[in-house]
């Protein structure tokens, strides 16, 4: 299994950037996909998740900015995030279900 984020870099505060994670070594479509973040200095935390039937979760404080989906034909998860702010510079890891496989993170970095 492999995990490979990209698209991840320095945006100002209300700016934008689209995050990829392209998957290979097992059937991607059979797996809920999630993204994970840490922030400097604090822990993981879960911020969004997408199940086989396409049903998407969020974590509070990027309901509304952010969008996960995904690209069956192309085993990639996608996390669109608008609006940026300074609290959500993290690494972003895309993770697999059951949390088993992670890829090595994409940091994003808000600040003017």
């Known amino acids: 299994v492999q995990l490979m984020e990209s698209g991840g870099g320095l945006v100002q505060p209300g700016g934008s950037l689209r995050l990829s994670c392209a998957a290979s070594?097992?059937?991607?479509?059979?797996?809920?996909m999630s993204w994970v973040r840490q922030a400097p200095g604090k822990g993981l935390e879960w911020v969004s998740s997408i199940n086989t039937g396409g049903m998407t979760y969020y974590e509070d404080s990027v309901k509304g900015r952010f969008t996960i989906d995904c690209d069956n034909a192309r085993n990639t998860l996608y996390l669109q995030m608008n609006s940026l702010k300074s609290e959500d510079t993290a690494v972003y890891y895309c993770v697999k279900d059951p949390l088993d496989y992670w890829g090595q993170g994409t940091q994003v970095t808000v600040s003017s």
């Open positions: 070594g097992f059937t991607f479509d059979d797996y809920s």
